[in-house]
């Protein structure tokens, strides 16, 4: 049977350089997402407007606290945002240098699972970190190149992660008392040309994953068992994460980027996207730190 196939609309102006990371949250009334490399989080309003905010010379992901506020993946750690805005320093991981961070999400014991990348994308140089509630961290996969999208079944018994060169999506176990194990390939997306690099995810309430593919302006849904049902035609190239949000989580939101691109390359590349999907999101998963 042929995928579905949808076609998501340009809500924004080209309004980053590297748009990522978009979450839906209640306890913010809204999308944010972050423009990575200029260290900005954007929040769309009500009317449309776009409202920034600066919070460091990176800003990776962002994601609700169970108490109100953020937090946030900054270059090489991670930073609370209390509900008043007011952005604590960041907890460093390791000292600046080769490595930033990159994507992440809050996993259903509350812990922040947050991935790294080397700048020049150096094979294996990059690591997926748990972050508990009380700050504690641990690798949990080691050797990965561009971590990058991590989301939960709606039973929480697995996670979809991408290491993006690998161009595949994997799925791992997940339990509280063990964490991630057991990872192996959920599916590897096909394309009519060119590589695949897929991206960010979001899982919705039937357990089907949303792929942005990077570099293709693709989005694909994958049914739990790993059939390819549908496909969002995006106006930029540089698909790079997607998330589900609205009042009743069944409008697909879309960041794109143009890093990399020329001035006059892909005008649209760096503006956000959306299209209304039959099945609804999952609730973003807070960080209970």
């Known amino acids: 049977m042929a995928a579905r196939r949808l076609r998501a609309e340009r809500i924004t102006d080209s309004v980053t350089y590297h748009g990522e ?26 009317d449309g407007e776009v409202l920034r905010k600066h919070v460091g010379d990176v800003v990776a992901c962002v994601r609700p606290r169970a108490t109100g506020g953020a937090v946030l993946a900054l270059e090489t750690g991670v930073a609370l945002e209390d509900p008043d805005g007011t952005v604590h320093p960041a907890e460093q991981l390791w000292e600046p240098g080769a490595v930033r961070m990159n994507e992440g999400g809050a996993g259903p014991d509350g812990s922040f699972y947050v991935g790294s990348m080397a700048w020049d994308q150096t094979e294996g140089a990059a690591t997926l970190w748990r972050v508990h509630p009380d700050l504690r961290r641990e690798p949990v996969l080691e050797g990965v190149t561009v971590s990058n999208g991590i989301a939960w079944s709606p039973d929480g018994a697995l996670a979809y992660y991408n290491d993006t060169p690998t161009g595949k999506v994997d799925v791992l176990d997940w339990s509280p008392d063990e964490g991630l194990r057991g990872r192996r390939t959920f599916v590897v997306p096909e394309l009519a040309e060119g590589d695949v690099h897929p991206d960010g995810l979001t899982v919705d309430a039937e357990g089907a994953v949303w792929v942005a593919l990077h570099g293709a302006g693709q989005v694909h849904r994958y049914t739990a068992d790993g059939a390819l049902d549908t496909v969002v035609e995006v106006g930029a190239r540089q698909t790079t994460a997607c998330c589900l949000g609205g009042e009743d989580l069944r409008t697909l939101y879309v960041t794109t980027s143009r890093e990399n691109l020329a001035p006059d390359e892909d ?7 959306a299209v209304r999907v039959d099945v609804p999101g999952l609730p973003v998963l807070p960080f209970a730190g």
């Not at 990371?21 to 009500?46: F, I, Q, Y």
């Open 21 to 46: 990371g978009p979450c839906w949250s209640e306890s913010w009334g809204g999308l944010r997402w972050v423009d990575m490399l200029a260290g900005d989080v954007l929040s769309l309003g009500a």
């Open 267 to 273: 005008p649209a590349a760096g503006s956000l996207f």
